[in-house]
């Protein structure tokens, strides 16, 4: 049973740092991508960032380039999402999802962690 468990979210100030942590299980980790959506209230859900199976390629939403990075750790299959300089507007629920390589879309999705941002 593939597993996608999110975790690191929390209320910060503007201006603040967050790291999100996605722990996978169930999958051959390194035989996907893995992706980093949010969904803010009353919003649908948007892309975020997105890596590649090995970490060589990352890909950012405009919103969030130069604030948000994405790794992985493949050794703990764990992918994360560093956000720094946090908006009011980066409230959301956020997710990580993965993506075998050579298909499209995304196969698993995990439950989401709220980051919450006050000005």
């Known amino acids: 049973q593939v597993q996608l468990v999110e975790s690191g979210g929390g209320l910060v100030q503007a201006g603040g740092s967050l790291r999100l942590s996605c722990a996978a299980s169930?999958?051959?980790?390194?035989?996907?991508?893995m992706g980093w959506f949010r969904q803010a209230p009353g919003k649908e859900r948007e892309f975020v960032a997105v890596?590649?199976?090995?970490?060589?390629?990352?890909y950012y939403a405009d919103s969030v380039k130069g604030r948000f990075t994405i790794s992985r750790d493949n050794a703990k299959n764990t992918v994360y999402l560093q956000i720094n300089s946090l908006k009011p507007e980066d409230t959301a629920v956020y997710y990580c999802?993965?993506?075998?390589?050579?298909?499209?879309?995304?196969?698993?999705w995990g439950q989401g962690t709220q980051v919450s941002v006050s000005s």
């Open positions: 169930g999958l051959t980790f390194s035989n996907y991508a």
């Open positions: 890596i590649s199976w090995s970490g060589g390629t990352t």
């Open positions: 999802a993965a993506q075998r390589v050579g298909k499209s879309g995304y196969d698993y």
